[in-house]
């Protein structure tokens, strides 16, 4: 008998840490998104993705403390704001450097993210703020605890996706999204305007940060350091799930998550935050182009 519950409990640890693992590659998996999509159309790679996520954390906390508003209406003002800065950072920033040297390109946006987080801590300050959601509660499953916060992020990132993929699949602008993100000068010979592509892209982008930082914001509290942490896992996501892979992005932030949740709790201090990046080097050796990717080819 003693035997038996010491499974039960190993299997219901094993679940819990799956919950919460999932719950966390979601994050890692939207923020890579927003990685990829951006690479995908103008092959830049936005350092400061993370610290859109923190601005779209404090909006929200803005919107519901200091303004009343409430959570739903302060959710999508955090998103909407955010996408408008990224498509206006595109705009003004952004679309000056297309074709300068990908270093050069790299050291802005991590310039960038620098200026956000200044900016950050001279509004809101250096605290640590909590943000009151609906999702205080858990329900109890068997030895199981499921939070309604793990479970509105994981919920809130099927949403997001399905509606992408709708988005891409489904409507002209999306469509004209994935023409311009294959051949820009053949989008633009078939009369897409390509430079507004590419500002919606770096909008929905900056949008899908918004969310994800609000959806992790009562899990890990907000402060202006909290994008940094997550924006190295979301990369690291992105690079091996396959760097120009929509699914790969979500799947190697599962991968990460999972990855993270499992050595913290089974491995000796420390190896938490170095496992996922063990198992990237593992598979890249193995698979350089990442699980989903495909051969590097260069687009003309």
Not at 187 to 202: C, D, N, Q, R
Not at 233 to 256: E, H, Q, T, Y
Request: aromatic share 12%; hydrophobic share 55%.
């Amino acid at each position: 008998m003693g035997r038996t519950q010491r499974r039960v409990r190993h299997l219901n640890d094993f679940l819990q840490l799956t919950l919460n693992g999932l719950a966390v590659g979601c994050i890692y998996g939207l923020v890579a998104l927003g990685f990829v999509l951006i690479y995908k159309a103008t092959e830049l790679v936005n350092f400061a993705q993370g610290d859109l996520l923190m601005l779209g954390a404090f909006v929200c906390y803005m919107a519901v403390i200091w303004w009343g508003f409430d959570y739903w209406l302060a959710f999508a003002l955090a998103v909407v704001t955010v996408a408008a800065f990224g498509a206006l950072l595109d705009r003004i920033v952004l679309r000056r450097v297309i074709g300068q040297p990908q270093f050069a390109v790299v050291m802005l946006t991590i310039g960038l993210g620098s200026i956000f987080r200044t900016f950050a801590s001279v509004t809101w300050g250096s605290e640590i703020y909590t943000l009151p959601t609906p999702f205080g509660g858990v329900w109890k499953l068997g030895g199981i605890t499921l939070s309604h916060q793990y479970l509105s992020i994981i919920v809130g990132t099927l949403i997001l996706c399905g509606v992408l993929y709708a988005f891409f699949n489904f409507t002209r602008i999306g469509i004209a999204m994935q023409a311009t993100s294959q051949n820009q000068l053949a989008a633009y010979y078939m009369g897409i305007p390509v430079k507004v592509i590419f500002s919606l892209i770096w909008a929905i982008s900056a949008g899908v940060a918004a969310a994800a930082g609000v959806l992790l914001a009562p899990v890990t509290l907000i402060d202006i350091n909290m994008g940094l942490a997550v924006a190295l896992k979301a990369f690291a996501a992105a690079v091996l799930g396959g760097f120009g892979s929509i699914p790969g992005a979500l799947a190697g932030g599962i991968i990460i998550g999972l990855i993270e949740l499992y050595s913290g709790a089974n491995l000796p201090d420390g190896f938490k935050d170095t496992m996922p990046y063990v198992v990237l080097l593992i598979v890249l050796a193995v698979r350089p182009q990442g699980l989903f990717g495909t051969p590097g080819r260069k687009k003309v």
